[in-house]
């Protein structure tokens, strides 16, 4: 196997098992199989690089004030937390990774494919304004990712992602809303009827999250009845909270149909 190097800029390996890399172009460099405290890198190329069965605790691809850039790299296997900051991933592969906690406000994907499992990640299809200037674009491209194997817990798509561009999951824990802002319009107006208030209030609430997303721009949107679950309790007002917000994705399914 030939493994091509090169690096331009600075790379700090220190021994409590941090990678920090500024302004580094690597071809082929292999960090598979490492426990890290910390991998960071500052406008950075990394090309066919490997982190396969990788762990890394806070995991800062693309921090600082400049983009980083991940080319063909693999993670297969990875368990990163945090994630991406300012930082565009283009034909990687996530398979049977453990991701969690990926706020990935400008971040850019496309033709990555993902398996395994993503818990409590954010992506944007808009840059946040106060981003703007320092990322030169407003929208985030984000295309042609595979996510129809990962189990989705608490993932969200937001600020105009297109996910008719994306492979999605398929279930019956999943609710796949094509026109979100038409079918929440319609889903607030019939939950505003019911005759149960704190079966009313509890769906609401769960409403408030989607139709927020919608304002912002998110036309399609994939849902997951067990992120909304407010209590982990066996309690009656876990039971009572569960009901609305089944019932309440009961009545999405039918409007959606």
Not at 101 to 125: P, S
Request: net charge neutral; with cysteine.
């Amino acid at each position: 196997m030939r493994v091509e190097v090169k690096v331009v800029g600075r790379i700090k390996v220190s021994r409590d098992n941090r990678v920090v890399l500024e302004g580094a172009s690597l071809v082929g460099e292999d960090y598979s199989g490492r426990d890290l405290m910390q991998f960071c890198t500052i406008g950075c190329r990394l090309e066919r690089c490997r982190f396969n069965r990788a762990r890394i605790r806070d995991t800062q691809f693309g921090s600082g004030r400049a983009m980083s850039e991940f080319i063909e790299c693999s993670f297969d296997g990875a368990t990163m937390i945090h994630g991406g900051s300012l930082t565009r991933f283009v034909r990687c592969s996530f398979r049977d990774v453990d991701l969690r906690d990926w706020m990935c406000h400008a971040v850019e994907m496309v033709d990555c494919v993902f398996t395994g499992r993503m818990t409590r990640c954010i992506f944007n299809g808009t840059v946040p304004v106060e981003q703007r200037p320092l990322v030169g674009r407003e929208r985030n491209e984000f295309h042609g990712n595979d996510f129809s194997g990962v189990d989705l817990v608490d993932v969200a798509f937001r600020s105009g992602i297109d996910l008719t561009q994306q492979r999605l999951p398929t279930g019956p824990e999943y609710l796949y809303l094509p026109d979100a802002v038409a079918v929440l319009a319609k889903a607030r107006a019939l939950v505003a009827g019911w005759g149960e208030s704190e079966m009313r209030e509890s769906a609401m609430l769960t409403l408030n999250g989607p139709i927020r997303d919608a304002e912002k721009g998110q036309r399609q949107m994939l849902l997951r009845a067990e992120n909304y679950y407010l209590h982990e309790a066996n309690t009656p007002e876990n039971r009572a909270d569960r009901e609305a917000i089944d019932k309440l994705f009961d009545l999405l399914r039918s409007v959606s149909a």
